[in-house]
């Protein structure tokens, strides 16, 4: 595992930029020298990291992007590296565990970047793609204490998915959809105002730093518990109007259709379903267009009602109802979107293959129009 090296980062010009986005932190390894004995039964996931990291020697590159005080705990917030996300010609960005009870999330992310470091290790062209073509960040536990703690929400009791400044343009599901009214409740926001949250400045530091003009990113941010089917949500959370990149969206969409007509993901705009505010993703996407980067984030939200259907008393354990609890069905949810987060990275290699432009783009528009927002 190779880990920051401040100083030297510092002499490579394009890099001064990259270091000023996020602190000086103590490395991966150091923090979890602390805490790693402690850490084996409450959060094996961050072990399992730290174990990935290590088998991938040169192949990952790791960084404390924050350092979460909970109880007797100081948790990192790492991000992983495959390729130099500096000078790639794409970016992929993967993130997971922001909700800290859906360790399933966080746990079909590193099974995928598993695959993605066995496969470098014999597969050149595989192996190629990341010396220029593309880089992957990964960030799978962006909310360690709340993992620590089978919550939702971060050690402060904040949902940090409702936790960014912006509003819902129409009615939300009450509670859900975000609210200020007490910590004690989940789907709290934080006071009007206040400062983000560590995890939340993590995330944003991570977007500030490797999110570049005329470079497009695809986001793929992991998610468990809504609905009986997987669904791929495109945003906005915050209003029933389309996003401008509504036809990249559409091309993406139909690309897959085309390669995968057979696959079982509900694909379209989380606006279908309900609105939210403080969506994290609504926030970066509208901060990065006003600094003109194009970034096109896409929530993965495992059904998790399924599992609970087919096994009930899962009901009684609250982890239960975020993730599969029985054997078969874990494995299948672990080996189930492989393929999918596989054509997401081709997908981003090859960006301007795809990216309708021009008239092309009006008829994406057009189509997005008829598929969903005629209906809104
Ligand atoms: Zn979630």
Partial sequence: MSHQEPARILEREGDMEAALCGPDLPDFTTVMDACRGRLRQRLSELISMEQLCRQAGDLISTRTEALVEV??????????????????KHCLILTAGIHGVERIGTQVLLAWLETVIERCR????????????????????????????????????????RHAPIDAEDKVPFLVGGQRISKTIPWYRGKRGADFEGEFVALQNIIKRYCQVGRPSIVVDFHSGFGFQDHLWIPYAYRRQPIDDIGSYVALKLLWERNFPHHNYVFGPQAMHYLSHGDI??????????DGITLLPLTLEMGSWLWVKKHPQQLFSFAGLFNPTVPHRHARVLRGHLLLIDFLLAA?????????????EREMQQMAQSLWYRQL
């Fill in 71 to 88: 109880g007797e705990f100081t948790l990192p917030v790492v991000s992983l590296t495959i390729g130099n996300p500096n000078t790639a």
């Fill in 122 to 161: 014999w597969d050149t062209h595989w192996r190629a793609q990341f010396e220029q073509d593309i880089a992957i960040v990964a960030a799978p536990i962006v909310n360690p204490g709340g993992m620590l703690q089978d919550s939702r929400c971060n050690p402060n009791g904040i949902d940090l998915n």
């Fill in 281 to 290: 993703w609504d926030y970066f996407h509208r901060q990065c267009r006003a």
């Fill in 348 to 360: 981003a290699r090859n960006i301007e293959h795809w990216q309708p432009r021009g008239e092309q």
